[in-house]
């Protein structure tokens, strides 16, 4: 049995919270929450710690806290010796107070408390101290379902800096996408079969072979069109930076 502190209640460790919950080999002893009230979406027979003194002895204490929080929360955790971890794609395991084993436990994927996903479906990086250590991180991402990857923490840091690429920067040009069709009456929906074939594509093949589009073939009749339709000049200025690296790439003038 492997017995975890979740150190947070955000994003990731709600997400983290309910993967665990039904497990019958891993057993969430304790969630520590700065906030006094409650955290919603918990059972009432949740035990909760509101004080750094009153954590419960575990094999690991997974911090689910922010980036700028890990050093301070780190030190504030007394217990000396014991396995702990974060849950950032950008932070050093060495933020971490040195009094611990330190360690990453970081889980590649974009979460909501307003979505479930299938937990068994998200990769977990992993970067420990020790090799006892790295084990029993890998047996955690084992009972998940997990896939899970030995990286460094450069190597942590470029997928997350890949991830922001391909998840953040993406989602934000839905965002574009859902206004205009917003402005234009026109469903967003009729848009969605795209927006999934655009990401089943990658399965067979690489982003370079799957571009599609004006920029590729060198239209610049049409790319000019889209341009006019724009009336928002910072639009205008993703639409020509993405045409022209677009067009750049494939040897193509605009």
Do not use: W
């Not at 460094?152 to 953040?168: E, G, I, K, P």
């Not at 000049?233 to 022209?244: A, G, R």
Request: charged share 25%.
């Amino acid at each position: 049995m492997i017995r975890v502190v979740l150190i947070g209640y955000g994003n990731v460790g709600f997400h983290l919270y309910h993967a665990i919950k039904p497990l019958n080999d891993v057993e969430i002893v304790q969630i520590y929450n700065r906030k006094s009230s409650f955290p919603k979406n918990l059972p009432k027979t949740t035990p909760i710690a509101n004080s750094f003194d009153k954590l419960e002895d575990a094999d690991v204490y997974i911090m689910t806290v922010s980036d700028d929080a890990i050093i301070s929360v780190s030190q504030k955790i007394q217990l000396k010796s014991k396995l702990v971890v974060h849950t950032s794609g950008n932070t050093s395991m060495h933020a971490i107070d040195k009094k611990h084993r330190r360690g990453v436990f970081y889980p590649l994927q974009t979460f909501s408390i307003q979505r479930q996903i299938n937990f068994s479906e998200v990769p977990i990086c992993i970067e420990t101290e020790n090799k006892e250590d790295e084990q029993l991180l890998q047996q955690l991402a084992e009972h998940l379902g997990c896939t899970t990857h030995k990286l460094s923490t450069d190597q942590r840091r470029s997928l997350h800096l890949a991830a922001v690429f391909v998840n953040n920067f993406t989602n934000h040009l839905y965002r574009i996408g859902h206004e205009l069709c917003e402005s234009n009456r026109v469903p967003f929906d009729i848009l969605k079969p795209l927006i999934k074939e655009t990401a089943s594509k990658l399965d067979d093949l690489t982003p370079f072979m799957a571009q599609t589009g004006p920029a590729k073939r060198g239209d610049s009749k049409t790319v000019n069109k889209h341009l006019e339709l724009l009336e928002n000049e910072k639009q205008k200025e993703v639409y020509t930076t993405f045409s022209q690296l677009i067009a750049n790439l494939y040897g193509k003038e605009l």
